[in-house]
């Protein structure tokens, strides 16, 4: 959390991982920069502190306020799994009249296997942007009705950057797509190796 704290994240998606975690850790991190986001994982491990999870964040991006929302499924398979709340598709329904009279754009981050992101959005749930990050195979994004779809992966060995131009009533216009490498190129960030030193044994 530190580290995605000096890579200036708004929101990380309280996905299996960190559900997984346990409520003291939960604790522990939930509080300050980024904002630990899950719709449906909130009570997903017994006795989690509810003031750790928020449904959702806004932030003001470019003149307008983008919501980032979080919803997982719980997950399966090595790396364990929990039981959410209530599915994705319903967590949604139920939150998005609520997220939609604050935000002007809504950006949903799913962890949920590749399929379910293209099941997620064929639910016509009125989303801005949806992407998954449960997957290491690569798709380009595309539109699915009004919702832009895309997929996060590479177990970090390479950052994608998602550009998007909106339409004067703040629907997605166009996008740019890039997939950039994490290589030698790349400097180290010395801030971030220092954190990451302490962790070296």
Do not use: C, W
Not at 115 to 136: E, H, I
Not at 164 to 173: F, H, N
């Amino acid at each position: 959390m530190r580290v995605l704290s000096e890579l200036g994240y708004d929101a990380l998606n309280a996905g299996t991982g960190e559900l997984l975690a346990g409520p003291t850790a939960l604790r522990e991190i939930g509080h300050g920069s980024p904002a630990l986001v899950s719709a449906n994982g909130a009570f997903a491990v017994q006795d989690a502190p509810r003031d750790a999870l928020k449904p959702y964040v806004i932030k003001q991006v470019g003149g307008r306020r983008v919501a980032l929302v979080g919803v997982t499924d719980g997950g399966a398979g090595a790396y364990g799994s929990v039981k959410p709340a209530s599915l994705p598709a319903d967590a949604l329904r139920a939150l998005l009249p609520e997220v939609k009279a604050k935000a002007d754009f809504v950006v949903v981050l799913a962890d949920v296997d590749l399929p379910s992101v293209r099941d997620l959005a064929d639910q016509g749930l009125d989303v801005d942007v949806l992407l998954g990050a449960r997957s290491t195979i690569k798709r380009e994004p595309t539109m699915i009705g009004k919702t832009l779809v895309a997929n996060a992966g590479g177990l970090v060995r390479y950052v994608d950057r998602l550009t998007i131009s909106l339409t004067p009533d703040g629907r997605v216009a166009s996008f740019d797509y890039q997939e950039v490498a994490v290589d030698d190129s790349v400097p180290d960030d010395q801030a971030i190796a220092q954190l990451r030193s302490a962790y070296k044994g």
